[in-house]
């Protein structure tokens, strides 16, 4: 068996793009991958395209090998664009070996661990204050145990002169907090809160707002700052008591090194389509099984994001929960059902392992090909004094 095409789509699905990509052998098995550097889809369809030529006449089933050809052979090694390359093909050939071998992806992995992959909900951007207590309610009386509150961010706030919002931070701050204690005395003890912080705060400003709340509340906060410094989140460290999630923008093993050599993280929020596919996944899983940590999956995209994801889940022991967009309380439109013509279900709060050979996702090409990338760049976030602020 040998590969005899590879084949990247870019189109708006949805409320995002999504980088797709189609790995054929010539036996007319296939697979399918997707890439998770969003907004720069076009850098990592180049990148798609160099891998191109030394794949074609590869063995697929060689995932290990093409997986360390890919990450090497420019002499510059990885990085978040060609990782999110390698992610996309590697995720492909995981679905085209599953499925030429008649097995779901899991099984390539190790085997399942679990019967249920169950995943966390996270509360709609624009939620105002006050209904933060009938959403929880909400989700509670469907089933569900976790949540995650983001970081609020007036949209209403614009700032003169420029694209986008204001980010008032010390407003945020205390909205937020208010937000967790509302969401935690409607949840009960024994529900998972988590915070998403979506790295807009500094040191001092994290600290600021994790000691207004209650020791105990909050079960983790995700990304209150920016990850390029491990040394900053061990000065964080010192002046909060609040478990640490982090890791999505992380698009290597290396990356994870030394917040789980440190202990820096608590919970490892591994993007399948972003650290390096599945290859890579259950190495930086592995890492984290050392340490007692467990994942957090990260899973903003897509049906194949998601079914890689839940593959993952399945097959390591250390597994927290998955992000779903797809709760009772949001439903995000990222499974056009012309263009997937098979996806993963949920069953209440959790998809069940799979049984399927592959990923268990399909893709109607025809349509695909009608469809085309829209040029988009991520919203922009100001801070009052017209300085840039992360979104
Ligand atoms: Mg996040």
Redesign the pocket.
Known sequence: MKISAVIPYVAWIGFRNQLLVKVEADNGQYGWGESGLSGRELAVEGALKHYREFLLGKDPRQIGGLWQEMYRSQYFEGGRVLTAAISAIDIALHDLVGKELGVPVHQLLGGAHRDRVECFASYPGETELKDYPALTRKLMDANWNAFRVNIVAPPEVSYEGKEGGVLETRKAIENTTQAILACREAAGPTAMLGC?A?HRLSVAESATFLQRIPSGTLDYI??PIRDESPEAYEALRKLTDVPFAIG?EFSSKWAFKPYIERNILQYA?VDVCNVGGLTESVKVAAMAETNYIDLLL?NPLGPICAAASIHLAAAVPNFSHLESRESPVEQLPVADTDVFTQRLQMDGNAYPTPTEPGLGVDVDEAVLKEMSIKLWEPPRLWKTDGSYQNW
Do not use: A, I
């Open positions: 998403d979506h995700e990304e999505e929020r990260h």
